[in-house]
């Protein structure tokens, strides 16, 4: 019988934090509580009283919020908040935010003692890889444990599981490693000069053992560092949650970095870092910034320390990431000294001091960016148009022609203008991914592509009104054929877009079976003096021009062109206290094109190439995997079978990591300086959309929309310096 012994006890990682003090909210805390109640129900689309329902939505919202996967409280703490189930918005109405304090208390108390648990375990556990154990990894519908004796079991599962991970991954990253290296030998030596500013310290290998130790009292620290403000965000955010998924309160903290996305910059070194075992991996180095240009720090490097000009070096291991980062960020022109674990290092013995001057970064990586592709489809080679967006960003504080003033219309529609002097046969309009913005930019972007028309209607509280074109705006910049890409994580503005020119018989939209459905619009309210925060409130629903809502359905493809996310459990239709699909009257609309009657035979001729296509086949297969592992509730620690599921997994998985098993951190970091999720290598998915939009070329006569005597030169193209 096989097993993996762990040797030599280490000693409790947590003293100082077993004592630490309870937070207590701050005496304004009631005052702002009693203001998002107040707004929630008088500016909510819903114009709900915060009665009883909403009460046990709220409680449910926080506490689960909390214990997501139900392991760290009992039932017996469950039944003692149950007494707040219906009581909720009177505590907020008499200003009272105790039971949100309580509950996070509780929480910690009893993550302390899980800690204790853990390290205990480590201290002394013989775990038997050769059992044929499973560890129920998907929890979050499952019942909180009645005794300590059947926590202690869930625990004792998870833990193990965990210490296989890290044993198998290191032996996969092994062997992926040693296939590199023969595939590279006696090619160049990479290696950077180093500069005389970089200073070199050692640090300890570590054990499994000691990975998950530390990986615990990353935990426990993220839970003692947090300030009073956490709690009350929480809070907060389960109680305006309970009203629809969108609705939130915005700590002055939060409302900070909403306004840094709007507006596509910060002051910074230019870095996408994301939490990985207790230090700062730097996932992506974006162009032009000062870790860019000092060209020392690398992708995959680690941070775990730093300073402040010629100040001491912080260490920053196993503190909470939002804190990191705010260290991180800071005035333009001053110094940040970052010691870094280079990736080239897996032990972590090495580590340098690098010292870069902080400078304004353009988040370029969320701006539209876009691209001229010669494509050969049906015997016939086309130049075609594509631009990516990311995201509707637009700055709130400036108008077009000022310093520093951003538009993601404008930046779509000079990539337009660069395609009609290159005589482009189509068009692709990637909204992947694309989770919505500013209503006036998906309106402006809209533009580009139709005659004045209506784009969307507005339901508020009283009023239905139809949001056209803007009228100093001339529309249609681009004529030709057009290709609209979704999938189930485009939502709000991009469903405007798409449901707009797919309405108008525009556009063809090609993806996944229909987008997010998120179809309702929110209002960023202040509270008062900044250090109250915000509320962004749901105060109005998006209905498409033919009078159908996108709130849950979304906009359906013409072409399904399925991504694995056609397959995972995300969606609007998945998320709590989601608001119903709903219609209104249609309005009347001009039809800008017949793209429409092309639709069965797109459909026919995509399915018949993806049919015959291998890599398409194989494609599927990873499509057709991740649902399976998404549904996978139960995982093997059998160290045979589950070496046999991660090589299958990384086999799968375009960037080698394993899908089905996902971290199931607690408590769970906000998402602030979280990295985005990386576009799919080979996409072939938009492969095969540009043989579509080659496919309606062809089948269209090339397809322009002809001018009209009235239409003017386009504001956009003025301010591009166009003639």
Known sequence: MKSFR?????????????????????????KVAAMVGAQ??????????????????????????????????????????????TKIGGALKNQDVSFGYDVWKTFTDRFRERVDFVTNLLETADFDFSADEEWGWQRKDAPWPATRAEQDELWRRRVKNEYLLIVLGRELDAEKAAREEKESAGGKDGKPAESNETETVKGPPQTPKEVLVRRYRQYLEVMAENDEEMPMQRYMSAVSQAFDPHSDYMCPTRKEDFDMDMNLTLCGVGAVLQMDDGALKIVEVMPGGPMAKDGRIKKDDKIVGVGQGDGPVEDVMYKP?????????????????????????????TRKRIPLVRDEIKLEDHAATGRVERVACGGVTNAFGYVKLPGFYGT????????????????VAEYVSKFNTQNVAGMILDLRGNGGGSLKEAVLLSQLFIRPSPVVQIREIRNLYV?????????????????????????????????????TGRAIVVGDRQSHGKGTVQT???????????MKVTTARFYRVNGSSTQVKGVASDVDLPSVLEELDIGEDKLPNALPWTRVGAVRYPQMGEVGKYVPELQALSRARREADPEWRKHMRKVAHFRDSSKRATVSLNREKRLKQLRADRE?????????????????????????????????????AFRVLGDLVRLSGGGEIPEEKEERQPAWLQLLGGE
């Not at 077009?400 to 930046?411: E, I, Q, T, V």
């Not at 030709?480 to 309405?503: F, G």
Request: aromatic share 6%; hydrophobic share 40%; charged share 30%.
């Open 396 to 411: 709130m504080d400036k108008r077009p022609g000022d310093d520093g003033y951003r538009s993601s219309s404008l930046d």
């Open 321 to 349: 990431m939002r804190k990191t980062i705010k260290k991180i960020r800071g005035p333009k022109g001053t110094t940040v000294v970052l010691e870094i674990i280079p990736r080239s290092d897996p032990s972590g013995e």
């Open 524 to 534: 960023v309210l202040p509270l008062g003096a900044e250090k109250y925060g915000s």
């Open 652 to 688: 799968m998985d375009a960037d080698g990591e394993p899908v089905g098993e996902l971290d199931d951190e607690l408590p769970p970091e906000d998402a602030e300086g979280a990295a985005p999720a990386g576009e799919d290598k080979g996409d072939i998915v938009l492969q095969e």
């Open 40 to 85: 929630l129900q008088g500016k909510h689309v819903l114009q709900r009283r915060f009665d009883a329902e909403m009460s046990e939505r709220a409680w449910s919202n926080l506490v689960n919020q909390c214990d997501f996967n139900h392991m760290v409280f009992l039932q017996e703490d469950v039944d003692r908040f149950a007494s707040m189930k």
């Open 467 to 503: 949001l056209p074109t803007f009228p100093d705006q001339p529309c249609l910049a681009y004529r030709r054929p057009l290709v609209v890409m979704i999938d189930r994580a485009s939502a709000s503005a991009s469903e405007i877009v798409a449901a707009v020119l797919q309405d």
């Open 6 to 30: 762990l040797f030599a006890a280490l000693p409790l990682l947590f003293p100082l934090l077993l004592g630490a003090a309870d937070l207590k909210p701050q005496p304004y805390y009631g």
